[in-house]
């Protein structure tokens, strides 16, 4: 026999027995199947014996020793950090931190500023301004820096203030009907009569 004629033989064989083999080892697996996972026990109050593997906290605890303790402590092995609480606080309008508790016991805060508008009313000097406030000061201005005591109007006041609507200054449009009530752009602001009477009692003397 060659060897060419042989060496086919030979992987003719094999090939035979590994068939066969690859049957016998399903076989095998088709009469004793897999059992179904079962997940570890959640943890509960108690004695937990070394070894003992158990849920808790959305976590994966391992005992080191037989212990009382509830996890996370020195007497478990974290195997599976999880998630255990999230929460979200707004310290003030504009900054929310972030906190999350992990199983191991590690806490994770993160801050975030949001430069959110927010009207705070007419400008004033004593007032700490942040980033994102509106205000009325001879129109209409957004902070772009923090700032206080730096009016809108002033020479340096492009570094801290952004105008929003209007011009440099407000152009006032007053009216004055057959009353004596005064309007600005609309709007009832008061009567003439008592700084009219006034001026005429002075100028005759009546006030003396």
């Known amino acids: ?10 992987a003719d064989i094999i090939a035979e027995h590994f068939q066969r083999l690859r ?24 004695r937990h014996s070394a070894g003992a593997v158990v849920r808790h906290l959305n976590g994966l605890f391992c005992a080191r020793r037989d212990t009382f303790d509830e ?14 609480a999230v929460a979200f606080e707004w310290s003030d309008d504009r900054h929310m931190t972030l906190r999350v508790d992990l199983s191991d016991g590690t ?17 004033q000097a004593d007032v700490m301004y942040r980033v994102g406030d509106r205000v009325l000061r001879f129109g209409d201005w957004q902070a772009i820096k923090d700032s206080m005591g730096i009016d809108p109007n002033a020479a340096d006041g492009g570094e801290h ?12 449009s007053f009216k004055l009907d057959d009353d004596g009530t005064m309007f600005e752009s ?11 009477a006034n001026l005429l009692r002075d100028l005759t003397g009546g006030g003396g």
């Open 1 to 10: 026999m060659k060897t060419d004629d042989l060496d086919v033989l030979l």
């Open 161 to 172: 203030w952004a105008k929003v609507i209007g011009k440099g200054s407000r152009t006032a």
């Open 71 to 84: 996890p996370p402590s020195d007497a478990w092995l974290s195997l599976l950090v999880g998630i255990a």
């Open 23 to 46: 049957g016998d080892v399903e076989r095998m697996i088709a009469a004793k199947p897999v059992p179904p996972f079962m997940p570890p026990q959640m943890w509960s109050a108690g």
């Open 107 to 123: 806490v994770v805060e993160t801050r975030r500023d949001f430069a959110v508008p927010i009207a705070r009313g007419f400008w």
């Open 186 to 196: 609309g709007r009832e602001i008061g009567s003439i009569k008592p700084l009219v």
